[in-house]
């Protein structure tokens, strides 16, 4: 165990792909793994060992561990960066598992896709895309971790900031060490909140309340279930990736009380139902013409089980919350859906 010097955080480097894995255990070749971007704060991915000790056993004499047996292995993943076009599609779709891509202006900008994402239909299939990361976390390791499933992300506003996401992956547990071709940089378009429409009212008649709104977040949980994807005859690993049976996706908004009246308390205390659009938009994609990079959320029907009066620079507002069962499934719409506009021309496409 020679030490010589160590390494730097900076030398983080991975790899990524809009493709998911047709197989588990099979990681997706290095060609179908093209894209990089920047992150924020190095965080590599973690493998885990189950293990059973002896040293509740009888007959040693002693109560320590003489011995152990590895019985189960996962694998993690967490990414933190400023959203941008390719992680906002990215991480919709690994989450919600159905996407339909469309070109709304293919004879004038043909390399402009919008990408409807919703939550997959469990009737049809339970199971989950999952798909493989490839880093090098410092000079002397570099690997392949395949099987991975987008578990959650979370979304967070404030002010004319970069908005923070955040992912949160889980894996089978298989890990291989594969040199890391020099990645490309892919060079995004940032989605920053002071490019963000948040709008709440009536179903079908909401209003634009951006100025009131002090911080907002989203949390998408996609809850897989690895406890039914371990099985006799799946060794260490996970066999398989479903859902779980409810999956959420939870918004929180910070608004500023108006002195004149209590609109916004009146929500919460009236359980009036309200519609609640979140877009966010970047740039314009290509000169002359109208399609700029968004990301446009939308839940149909939510209701606020919760309003905490909080004070933000000695004003104060309303942090108002819907938790798990605020959000309706609403007759005749999606529980919750994203669209995204940009360039990638599809997600999911097995490999």
Do not use: C
């Amino acid at each position: 165990m020679a030490f010589t010097e160590p390494s730097h955080d900076y030398e983080l480097l991975w790899r990524f792909s809009t493709n998911r894995q047709s197989t588990l255990g099979t990681p997706l070749a290095d060609a179908d793994l093209p894209l990089s971007a920047l992150i924020s704060g190095f965080d590599a991915g973690k493998l885990a060992h189950r293990m059973i000790s002896d040293a509740d056993r009888f007959g040693k004499g002693h109560p320590y561990a003489t011995s152990h047996r590895k019985v189960a292995q996962s694998t993690a993943l967490t990414r933190t960066l400023e959203l941008n076009d390719i992680f906002a599609g990215w991480a919709a779709a690994f989450s919600m598992g159905s996407v339909a891509t469309t070109q709304p202006n293919a004879g004038n900008n043909p390399s402009v896709y919008d990408h409807l994402i919703r939550w997959s239909d469990l009737a049809v299939s339970k199971v989950m895309p999952f798909t493989t990361i490839h880093e090098q976390p410092w000079a002397g390791l570099a690997r392949k971790l395949p099987d991975l499933v987008l578990a959650s992300f979370t979304l967070n506003g404030r002010g004319q900031d970069p908005v923070q996401l955040s992912l949160q992956m889980l894996g089978s547990g298989r890990a291989s060490d594969v040199a890391l071709p020099a990645p490309v940089l892919s060079t995004p378009a940032y989605l920053d909140n002071g490019g963000t429409l948040i709008r709440l009212g009536a179903s079908g008649a909401t209003v634009d309340i951006s100025n009131r709104v002090a911080e907002w977040s989203v949390a998408v949980q996609a809850n897989p279930d690895e406890a039914s994807g371990r099985f006799p005859s799946s060794g260490l690993y996970v066999g398989r990736w479903w859902y779980g049976p409810k999956r959420t996706a939870i918004p929180e908004l910070t608004l500023f009380v108006n002195r004149s009246d209590t609109d916004i308390l009146d929500l919460f205390r009236n359980d009036t139902a309200q519609e609640l659009q979140i877009n966010l938009t970047g740039a314009v994609i290509t000169n002359g013409q109208p399609e700029v990079y968004r990301m446009d959320m939308l839940w149909p029907e939510i209701h606020f089980t919760a309003a905490e009066d909080v004070v933000l620079d000695n004003k104060v507002a309303f942090r108002m919350t819907t938790g798990e069962d605020g959000v309706f499934q609403k007759s005749g719409s999606e529980y919750f859906q994203v669209t995204v506009t940009n360039t990638t021309a599809a997600y999911l496409v097995a490999a």
